[in-house]
């Protein structure tokens, strides 16, 4: 039955048949000596193979894959945090422009008029710098904007 | 959101490996890892046949799952990972012997014996250091190639339509390849075999 069949020989071998199939195939090859033969040189193949199997010392080998197959930062989420961290730094700039102080700057009535109009100045260490003994009145406030922003 | 709270499903020796590579596409290293420890002692077995160098297996074996790892989104049939990482292997061996896997099938009919090889007999067998020694030679002296298709059948199990998908054969084509390995593996071993007619 199994003669020009070396298909079902080896699936014996690797176990692969039905027990009625195997126990079959079995009965032949005992009486065949063609078939004898085959299975022969296929278990001896097999047990060759498995003798050998298992041996190997791989323990060693992950710490060299772990190193090369770790997982990389998503870009997409490297991209986002970018986009929030930036997003954040303008809008925080935005609110200090508009908190920034005025600082008013007007001379005193005993001293010669040189304009009608406060001097404007949006640096908030303008009242410290001024020399002193001139006669200016310094101070700070915010402007309407500013005010109207907090 | 729910994804994010689920608890990941333990891995163990029963986890097939089609669940494996879909987790480890999804990006769990845990899976990944534990393909490594399922697979690793083929692989490398297979290396050092193929290159006959224990030194050689190992960097090969890490390259070939770095590999794996790199190209795992391209697995379409999960439950084919092992075929899949030793087909990468054989790659690997190949261009480590500067072997181009495109070259015409090898040409070694003059080595192969048509006559009916005696055989052994497998109940007494000795499968002592001298018999692998000889065992080794053997399967050294096979083309690259044909004992790479050698061993993925008979050492690994693989079936004939996987080895065939890993090569770019015809089925017929590895049988016969097979065929002739098979031939000339018996015939390098059957000497030594003595007292087993």
Same mark, same amino acid.
């Given at each position: 039955?199994?003669?020009?069949?070396?298909?079902?020989?080896?699936?014996?071998?690797?176990?692969?048949?039905?027990?009625?199939?195997?126990?079959?195939?079995?009965?032949?090859?005992?009486?065949?000596?063609?078939?004898?033969?085959?299975?022969?040189?296929?278990?001896?193949?097999?047990?060759?193979?498995?003798?050998?199997?298992?041996?190997?010392?791989?323990?060693?080998?992950?710490?060299?894959?772990?190193?090369?197959? @770790?997982?990389?930062?998503?870009?997409?989420?490297?991209?986002?945090?970018?986009?929030? @961290?930036?997003?954040?730094?303008?809008?925080?700039?935005?609110?200090?422009?508009?908190?920034?102080?005025?600082?008013?700057?007007?001379?005193?009535?005993?001293?010669?008029?040189?304009?009608?109009?406060?001097?404007?100045?949006?640096?908030?260490?303008?009242?410290?710098?001024?020399?002193?003994?001139?006669?200016?009145?310094?101070?700070?406030?915010?402007?309407?904007?500013?005010?109207?922003?907090? | 959101?729910?994804?994010?709270?689920?608890?990941?499903?333990?891995?163990?020796?029963?986890?097939?490996?089609?669940?494996?590579?879909?987790?480890?596409?999804? #990006?769990?290293?845990?899976?990944?890892?534990?393909?490594?420890?399922?697979?690793?002692? =083929?692989?490398?077995?297979?290396?050092?046949?193929?290159?006959?160098?224990?030194?050689?297996?190992?960097?090969?074996?890490?390259? $070939?799952?770095?590999?794996?790892?790199?190209?795992?989104?391209?697995?379409?049939?999960?439950?084919?990972?092992?075929?899949?990482?030793?087909?990468?292997?054989?790659?690997?061996?190949?261009?480590?012997?500067?072997?181009?896997?495109?070259?015409?099938?090898?040409?070694?009919?003059?080595?192969?014996?048509?006559?009916?090889?005696?055989?052994?007999?497998?109940? $007494?067998?000795?499968?002592?250091?001298?018999?692998?020694?000889?065992?080794?030679?053997?399967?050294?002296?096979? =083309?690259?190639?044909?004992?790479?298709?050698?061993?993925?059948?008979?050492?690994?199990?693989? $079936?004939?339509?996987?080895?065939?998908? =890993?090569? #770019?054969?015809?089925?017929?084509?590895?049988?016969?390849?097979?065929?002739?390995?098979?031939?000339?593996?018996?015939? =390098?071993?059957?000497?030594?075999? #003595?007292?087993?007619?």
């Amino acid at each position: 039955m199994t003669c020009g069949k070396p298909g079902l020989l080896e699936a014996l071998t690797r176990s692969e048949l039905t027990a009625t199939t195997a126990a079959e195939v079995e009965a032949h090859a005992s009486t065949c000596a063609r078939c004898r033969h085959e299975l022969n040189w296929l278990r001896t193949e097999r047990a060759l193979f498995r003798a050998r199997a298992g041996r190997d010392e791989v323990s060693h080998l992950w710490q060299g894959i772990a190193a090369r197959t @770790a997982p990389a930062p998503r870009p997409w989420k490297q991209l986002a945090f970018a986009l929030a @961290a930036s997003a954040l730094a303008l809008l925080s700039v935005q609110q200090l422009l508009q908190a920034r102080p005025t600082v008013n700057v007007a001379q005193t009535a005993e001293s010669e008029p040189l304009s009608s109009e406060p001097i404007e100045s949006t640096d908030p260490t303008a009242c410290s710098r001024l020399p002193e003994g001139l006669g200016f009145r310094c101070t700070m406030s915010l402007s309407d904007d500013a005010l109207a922003s907090r | 959101m729910l994804r994010l709270l689920r608890r990941p499903v333990a891995i163990g020796p029963e986890t097939p490996d089609e669940a494996l590579v879909r987790r480890a596409q999804a #990006g769990e290293g845990h899976a990944f890892q534990a393909l490594f420890e399922r697979h690793v002692t =083929s692989v490398r077995r297979f290396l050092r046949d193929l290159l006959r160098d224990g030194d050689a297996a190992d960097d090969a074996t890490q390259e $070939s799952f770095a590999r794996a790892h790199a190209q795992l989104e391209r697995l379409g049939d999960h439950d084919r990972f092992k075929p899949w990482v030793l087909g990468i292997a054989r790659n690997v061996a190949f261009e480590a012997r500067r072997v181009r896997v495109h070259d015409v099938l090898d040409e070694e009919d003059e080595g192969v014996p048509d006559a009916v090889i005696p055989g052994p007999d497998p109940e $007494s067998l000795l499968l002592d250091a001298e018999l692998e020694k000889h065992f080794n030679t053997a399967l050294a002296v096979l =083309s690259p190639r044909r004992r790479a298709a050698l061993l993925m059948r008979l050492d690994h199990g693989l $079936s004939y339509e996987d080895i065939a998908a =890993s090569f #770019g054969w015809s089925i017929p084509t590895v049988k016969n390849e097979i065929h002739r390995a098979r031939l000339k593996l018996r015939a =390098s071993l059957q000497p030594h075999l #003595g007292g087993r007619p």
